[in-house]
């Protein structure tokens, strides 16, 4: 319901006669329904600004919980993920209020609007009362004037015999019921005033508490986005310490990982002052690191899946050198070289008589291989304890 409270019919105050109709009158003015009205506003928007502070109040307490919190466990990246998660959760909700937000200032802009648009039609309903209480006024004073004029136009005491008398007491009591309809027919039309003055106050009261409302829910809309902002750029910055942490913590892993792949880099028979590797050598690795990422296939040599020796021997037919598909024919085919001077397209070898498992030597202690410690072809540091090494020489 909007602030016109029910629908009131035209005015039709005073006909050409100068007579008023008291049912179109009464019927004008209506019962005004403003009261609720004005009362549902004023409660509302009380209701919603105390809402309001207290969501500002508790995001901004439940954020700085969030930044002031210390980390509870031993392990810093962990503590990291709870904040960030904490944070994201809170932007979250924070948005939803906002959202939520934003439909009450539709709904406080609706009835802003309603409000303007009753306080337009009581003052046009003002108008027009005005206009027949100047209209009304024009006609009493007219036939005042005219009754006037009337009463002895152009006669003396003297000639008036006793029908005159007569006539002069009926037009007498006639111009007083005449009167007496033309001040009923006044106050009236001063009563209608009055009461859409009192409807026009309430639709400005109504007007003002809308307008106050909505911009309440304004200036708590942007809080929330500020904290939101806020908390984003928080967020952010955790989230940034956070990548900082895992890089941290991956380089450690990955130090930790190089220095024991160094370390199994260690026995193994051959000769140390083996010729370094020749041009196949580079030419297989180069297919090889081409085959990334095909599956590992049981006893497969290509195209489309290998498996370990498989593609250590499809990868030097490339380079025009013959390998038999077996590890530890390969190992029994080449001439070997310690595990400590091995150079990139070197074989490294698992197993009693490398029998488990062959893959390439790709330098810093990582090696290009198809299963092993994955399940395609891929490169990773070396794994568990190679048992020797091999050198092809063309």
């Known amino acids: 319901m909007d602030f016109t409270g029910r629908p009131m019919r035209g005015l039709v105050l005073v006909d050409g006669a100068g007579t008023a109709n008291r049912a179109d009158l009464v019927a004008t003015v209506g019962d005004g329904g403003y009261g609720a009205g004005l009362v549902t506003s004023s409660v509302l928007f009380r209701n919603i600004r105390h809402i309001s502070l207290i969501a500002v109040a508790s995001l901004l307490a439940v954020t700085a919980w ?12 962990s503590d ?22 934003g ?12 409000a303007e648009a009753s306080l337009t039609a009581v003052q046009g309903r003002i108008a027009v009362t005005q206009e027949e209480v100047d209209r009304t006024r024009a006609l009493v004073d007219e036939r005042s004037a005219s009754v006037y004029r009337g009463a002895l136009a152009g006669r003396s005491l003297d000639t008036l ?3 005159d008398v007569v006539h002069l007491a009926v037009r007498k009591q006639y111009a007083a019921a005449q009167a007496a309809r033309d001040d009923q027919v006044l106050q009236q039309l001063d009563d209608a005033k009055a009461t859409l003055a009192d409807q026009q106050a309430a639709a400005e009261r109504a007007r003002a508490d809308a307008d106050a409302e909505r911009q309440q829910i304004e200036a708590t809309k942007a809080a929330l986005e500020t904290a939101s902002a806020r908390q984003q750029q928080l967020l952010d910055q955790v989230q940034g310490e956070l990548a900082q942490l895992v890089a941290q913590e991956l380089a450690r892993r990955q130090a930790e990982a190089a220095a024991m792949a160094h370390a199994r880099l260690s026995g193994g028979d051959g000769d140390p002052n083996l010729p370094p590797p020749g041009p196949a050598a580079a030419s297989a690795l180069a297919f090889a690191e ?16 290998f498996d370990c020796s498989g593609l250590t021997m499809a990868a030097y037919r490339s380079a025009g050198v013959t390998l038999p598909h077996y590890s530890g024919a390969q190992y029994a085919a080449l001439p070997h070289v310690p595990l400590d ?14 029998s488990v498992h062959v ?19 891929h490169i990773g540091p070396i794994w568990g304890h190679p048992m020797g090494a091999a050198r092809v020489l063309d």
């Not at 990291?80 to 937000?101: G, P, R």
């Open 66 to 77: 969030v930044t002031a919190v210390p980390p509870a466990g031993a392990d810093p990246i």
């Open 80 to 101: 990291k993920e709870a904040q960030a998660k904490a944070l994201q959760d809170q932007i979250e909700a924070t948005n939803e209020q906002v959202s939520a937000l």
């Open 103 to 114: 439909e009450r200032y539709n709904g406080a802009q609706l009835r802003l609007q309603e």
């Open 161 to 163: 015999d006793y029908s």
């Open 290 to 305: 081409a085959q990334m990422s095909k599956t590992y296939v049981y006893a497969a040599a290509g195209p489309d899946h």
């Open 341 to 354: 001077h091995v150079m990139p397209g070197d074989l490294i070898f698992w197993g009693a008589g490398a």
């Open 359 to 377: 893959a390439f030597y790709y330098g810093n202690a990582r090696i290009l291989e198809s299963g092993g410690s994955g399940h395609d072809v």
